[in-house]
T-cell receptor
Framework: GQNIDQPTEMTATEGAIVQINCTYQ??????LFWYQQHAGEAPTFLSY????GLEEKGRFSSFLSRSKGYSYLLLKELQMKDSASYLC?????????FGAGTTVTVRA | ETGVTQSPTHLIKTRGQQVTLRCSSQ?????VSWYQQALGQGPQFIFQ???????GRGNFPPRFSGLQFPNYSSELNVNALELDDSALYLC?????????????FGPGTRLTVL
């Protein structure tokens, strides 16, 4: 099975940078997903990492270290619309196992 | 827009009743997964269907059941509703089963059990 941990809440100022960490323990590894979820809405796909290293997509970057069971999502130049829950998820066999999510609040 | 739709958007039921939630996957997506998301929690896997057959099941009782149809639509049925069944129910589709295929989520159905 999997054990996925991420912080519950983070607060940052508009224009700043925030790093959301995710640690996982899994019996088999097939990559790690990050999803963004605005309140009351569906999760939307942000990134998928299967190899070690940093992948950058505009203001959002995701990092993976398989040896450490660790990933982070980096949000740069924060905007008010980035206020949301960020979920890391690890696939095993046929399903995705999600962390509880990190609620990011962006303040003006 | 993920191309995945769900109905209804909101639903209120009372304990003991039965409910059917519906999902329409993206065309060509042979896999549909259903998740339950309680407030403040991550989605929890209920079950998955691949080409109209159940392909895996999470830790949910048998009163949670499902169907997948050839036209990329699917249903989640819950019998004998309990108060703890109140949650956001999400379906997610992908061309083939995970682990590596990205799942695309519908907007969800908010179920309230009174």
């Amino acid at each position: 099975g999997q054990n996925i941990d991420q912080p519950t809440e983070m607060t940052a100022t508009e224009g700043a940078i925030v790093q959301i960490n995710c640690t996982y323990q899994t019996s088999g590894f097939n990559g790690l997903f990050w999803y963004q979820q605005h309140a009351g809405e569906a999760p939307t796909f942000l990134s998928y990492n299967v190899l070690d290293g940093l992948e950058e997509k505009g203001r959002f970057s995701s990092f993976l270290s398989r040896s450490k069971g660790y990933s982070y999502l980096l949000l740069k130049e924060l905007q008010m619309k980035d206020s949301a829950s960020y979920l890391c998820a690890v696939p095993l066999d046929y399903k995705l196992s999600f962390g509880a999510g990190t609620t990011v609040t962006v303040r003006a | 827009e993920t191309g995945v739709t769900q109905s209804p958007t909101h639903l209120i039921k009372t304990r003991g009743q039965q409910v059917t939630l519906r999902c329409s996957s993206q065309s060509g997506h042979n896999t549909v997964s259903w998740y339950q998301q309680a407030l403040g929690q991550g989605p929890q896997f209920i079950f998955q269907y691949y080409r109209e057959e159940e392909n895996g099941r999470g830790n949910f009782p048998p009163r949670f059941s499902g169907l997948q149809f050839p036209n990329y639509s699917s249903e989640l049925n819950v019998n004998a509703l309990e108060l703890d069944d109140s949650a956001l129910y999400l379906c997610a589709s992908s061309p083939d089963p995970p682990p590596t295929d990205t799942q695309y989520f519908g907007p969800g159905t908010r179920l309230t059990v009174l």
